[in-house]
């Protein structure tokens, strides 16, 4: 549905927020809006979004999204670099999710390359 809101939060709707990115419309220009459309693929289970945003380095062989998580809520912390003109760049965020077992929350720094244009994930940073 075109109106559905992103998951992402942005208040714009899904369809012109990740979906553009989803659908392979449009590629995110920043980091944190590759990042944003990432946790929204993993809010509306786009398994082949997230493992064509991962690096080829990086990326696990196998990868399932767990059915059971309901990711519900991004928050952006903070960035570096990730912007037009750079080559990499950290996001700093909160994902909030909802499991049978409860709820909980991921905290991650996450470092992101440009690659041939593309922003990608590489991994996180502990
Ligand atoms: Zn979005």
Redesign the pocket.
């Known amino acids: 549905m075109p109106t559905t809101p992103?998951?992402?939060l942005?208040g714009?709707p899904?369809a012109e927020?990740?979906g553009q990115f989803h659908r392979g419309d449009a590629l995110a220009p920043t980091a944190e809006l590759l990042m944003?459309?990432r946790f929204?693929a993993y809010a509306v289970g786009d398994v082949a979004y997230v493992r064509r945003t991962w690096h080829a380095t990086t990326c696990p062989p196998e990868l399932e999204l767990d059915d059971a998580l309901r990711w519900y809520r991004l928050d952006v912390l903070g960035t570096t670099g990730g912007g037009l003109f750079d080559a990499d760049g950290t996001v700093e965020f909160r994902a909030f999710y909802r499991a049978p077992s409860g709820a909980g929350v991921l905290h991650e720094v996450s470092r992101f390359v440009r690659m041939d244009g593309e922003w990608v994930y590489l991994d996180a940073i502990v």
């Open positions: 992103c998951p992402c942005t714009r899904y927020c990740c944003r459309s929204s």
